[in-house]
């Protein structure tokens, strides 16, 4: 369990710092209360995460980010991207977990994966969904 | 004396092998009554909601052709959970009850309560299933997003 556990809480970690940069460019404060509430939403996960860990954590790697974000457009891209993959992320840990810790796991994906909707919706990205969520297409 | 024991032993052979031959015999005409059917597969139900819900979207959109862009790739998602979920369980094709929407709104109600389903059958499921009705209940949820 410790294994996918430790990827989910990878995932959750990039998201955070993913949304210190999207948050900066967005240009209206309606889209950046709703970075700010998808931060927090992974710091929570994150908080969770740690306290299922066995071991002590190594404190996170800097992160690059897979493109440069200079503009609303690449914001929401970064988002989309975050999001898809902490939905991946958790999605093993279903298979690992029983029970309210399997409930926990399903609802961080979905929340993920409704956020990645969201995003696409303000992206206008089309279809803002995917058939299987937390699976790579 | 020893011949009759022969006989005798024989005779009561023969008879136990004839009460096994009856009672196989019995066996065999329970086996032609009608079985109970199987209990359906737990996953049923989440294969049922996504054919209603596949069927559903295509009355609306019949009804309004200008969501069919936005509805279509939603009720292509329910027909692929189908696919997939066919693949698992054995399934007759149950004619699923029709859905009574006739709205994006009731379409979106009825995400809603499928994805309740599919939380359930999640949790329920064993490992080896949990992935897959986990990511067909989160594509729910992610429908009724997006037809908020």
């Given at each position: 369990m410790n294994e996918q556990v430790a990827a989910a809480l990878a995932a959750e970690e990039a998201a955070i710092y993913a949304y210190g940069i999207i948050g900066v460019e967005l240009p209206e404060s309606a889209q950046v209360t709703e970075a700010r509430a998808a931060e927090q939403a992974h710091r929570d996960r994150r908080d969770y995460l740690v306290g299922k860990m066995d071991q002590p954590r190594t404190s996170p790697a800097g992160y690059r980010m897979p493109f440069p974000v200079t503009d609303r457009g690449t914001a929401l891209k970064l988002a989309i991207h975050v999001e898809d993959g902490v939905a991946q992320a958790w999605r093993p840990v279903l298979a690992v977990t029983q029970d309210a810790d399997r409930m926990t796991a399903l609802a961080a994906m979905t929340d993920a994966a409704v956020r990645a909707t969201r995003w696409r919706r303000l992206a206008a990205v089309s279809p803002a969904t995917m058939a299987f969520p937390g699976w790579a297409e | 004396m020893v011949l009759t024991d022969r006989v005798r032993t024989t005779r009561r052979r023969l008879l136990g092998g004839g009460l096994g031959v009856a009672t196989l015999a019995g066996c065999g005409v329970f086996r032609d009554e009608p079985k109970p059917?199987?209990?359906?597969?737990?996953?049923q139900p989440v294969l049922d909601e996504a054919l209603a819900l596949a069927g559903a979207y295509d009355r609306v959109i019949a009804a309004q052709p200008a969501l069919s862009a936005r509805l279509t790739p939603l009720a292509a998602d329910h027909r692929s959970h189908a696919a997939e979920l066919a693949k698992l369980i054995d399934t007759?094709?149950?004619?699923p009850p029709p859905e009574a929407v006739d709205s994006v709104a009731g379409l979106r109600a009825a995400e809603l309560a499928a994805q309740k389903t599919a939380v359930a059958a999640c949790r329920a499921a064993p490992a080896d299933r949990a992935g897959l009705v986990g990511s067909i209940a989160a594509c729910r949820a992610t429908h009724a997003e997006a037809l908020r």
């Open positions: - | 059917p199987p209990a359906p597969d737990p996953l007759k094709a149950s004619a």
